[in-house]
């Protein structure tokens, strides 16, 4: 694929995520099960590896999501001058979406993880939500 082909293709991805994200009118709510604080209880402290703690939270429905999908890890905070990755951030995935990832507004910092329980992560993920932006996966 030429690069020129790369470009239009990746711009046709945008404009249909960008669309599968406004005809959606649920609101984009993101929440915890209730059994989440549970969940949480059962898990190993401290947290050592974000992603993996999040994927499986939501494989065992850990998180209320607006619509059926998955969350997983969908882009990296980095420092600005050593471009070591400094925290990971989520996107979700609708199931009934042909480009559309929901990226979550921000990142979980792994230097706060320290001072955070499971259940703290968990929330701080929700939080990330609040604000979720239409993305797509590039080609």
Request: proline share 6%; hydrophobic share 40%; net charge negative.
């Amino acid at each position: 694929m030429d690069l020129q082909t790369y470009y239009a293709e990746n711009r046709r991805r945008m404009e249909i995520a960008h669309r599968e994200f406004a005809e959606r009118d649920h609101g984009w709510s993101f929440t915890l099960s209730p059994d989440a604080l549970s969940w949480a209880a059962r898990q190993p402290a401290p947290v050592r590896d974000l992603v993996r703690l999040v994927e499986r939270a939501d494989a065992d429905d850990v998180f209320r999501k607006p619509e059926p999908g998955t969350i997983r890890s969908a882009f990296a905070s980095r420092d600005p001058e050593t471009e070591v990755e400094t925290g990971a951030g989520f996107g979700f995935w609708p199931s009934d979406a042909e480009h559309l990832v929901v990226h979550a507004s921000g990142a979980i910092l792994y230097a706060d993880l320290p001072a955070l329980d499971v259940y703290d992560v968990l929330r701080r993920v929700v939080e990330t939500f609040a604000t979720p932006r239409a993305s797509y996966q590039q080609s």
